[in-house]
C-alpha cells in the first residue's frame, strides 16, 4: 500500500467528515477501490474500521457544540450492529460488481436527496 496516498485520503476524508459529516462510506469506500486497488469487500471492510475512529473523534468535538442528539445516536448505535452483521454476510455471498453497482446506486440516491433538499432550503 502507498503510505502517502493513504495518509492524503485519510486526511481527506477527516477533512470531508468534520466539515459536511461524511467521510466513511461516502469518500473512504471509492478512494480505497480506485487509488489503494482494494476490491469493494476489502474497501467496505476496511472503512468501517475507519469510521469508528472518524465518528468518534467528529462526535466529541461536536458535542461540545451542543450539536450531538445523544438519544437518537444511541438508539441507533445500539440497533444498528443488528443490521451490520446481516449486511457483512450479504456482502460476502454477492458478487464484487453487485456491491459496486449497490453502492453507486446508493450514493446517487443520496446525493439527489441532498440536492432536493438544498433546492427546498434556499
Known amino acids: 500500500m502507498n503510505e502517502v496516498l493513504a495518509a492524503l485520503i485519510a486526511i481527506a476524508g477527516g477533512l ?9 462510506g461516502v469518500l473512504f469506500v471509492p478512494a480505497l477501490t480506485i487509488f489503494l ?10 472503512s468501517l474500521l475507519m469510521i469508528v475512529i472518524v465518528a468518534l473523534v467528529g462526535a466529541i468535538r461536536q458535542n461540545g457544540y451542543g450539536n ?9 448505535g445500539v440497533l444498528s ?5 446481516i ?7 454477492v ?4 456491491l459496486q453497482l449497490c453502492f453507486a446506486a ?17
Do not use: C, D, K, Y
Not at 449486511?87 to 455471498?93: E, F, K, L, R, T
Not at 458478487?95 to 453487485?98: G, L, M, N, T, V
Not at 440536492?115 to 434556499?122: C, D, I, L, S, T
Open 16 to 24: 470531508a467528515g468534520g466539515l459536511v459529516g461524511v467521510g466513511g
Open 37 to 46: 486497488g482494494l476490491s469493494q469487500v476489502e474497501a467496505e471492510s476496511t
Open 68 to 76: 450531538v442528539r445523544v438519544r437518537e445516536a444511541l438508539v441507533i
Open 81 to 85: 450492529p443488528l443490521g451490520v452483521l
Open 87 to 93: 449486511g457483512v454476510a450479504v456482502a460476502n455471498h
Open 95 to 98: 458478487s464484487e460488481r453487485a
Open 106 to 122: 446508493l450514493a446517487l440516491f443520496m446525493a439527489a436527496q441532498l440536492v432536493r433538499r438544498a433546492r427546498a432550503a434556499g
